[in-house]
């Protein structure tokens, strides 16, 4: 049914949720396993290269926290997994990314912002919804 599965994968406890059912379900269909971290881009204009630079070392220590944590929940399920860390806007970087590697199922976690946040802002969930072109399971 699905041979390449993609997870999104933010820290987030939705995101948490969507790596354990995008692994479980790539481990019964034998499919190949991605996960994708995506980085938004840093502040251009800071008060001194040193701020910068905090800021940079920052993320890169959270995501690399992300990618372990990824990585170990899939070594224990004894699920193989490609983990990917991309710069960009998180819903283009996503349909880039799932448009590149032929991903046929992408699994997100749904984050339950209020009605009116979701009028007002939208949603990742949404968004990824509506442009993926793929399936989109979005776990509670």
């Known amino acids: 049914m699905y041979q390449c599965i993609l997870i999104g994968f933010d820290g987030s406890d939705g995101a948490r949720k969507a790596l354990n059912v995008g692994i479980t379900l790539a481990r019964a269909l034998g499919a190949e396993l991605h996960v994708i971290m995506v980085e938004e881009d840093l502040p251009k204009y800071a008060v001194t290269i040193g701020e910068y630079e905090e ?55 749904h984050q339950g912002h209020s009605t009116l946040h979701e009028r007002v802002f939208g949603s990742t969930a949404s968004a990824l919804v509506n442009h993926a072109p793929c399936h989109v399971l979005v776990v509670k």
Do not use: S
């Open 55 to 109: 800021i940079k070392r920052q993320r890169d220590a959270y995501f690399a926290q992300l990618e372990q944590e990824a990585r170990l929940t899939a070594q224990l399920a004894e699920v193989p997994v490609q983990t990917h860390l991309v710069a960009g806007h998180e819903v283009w970087a996503m349909v880039e990314f799932i448009q590149h590697y032929r991903v046929d199922l992408l699994v997100i976690g």
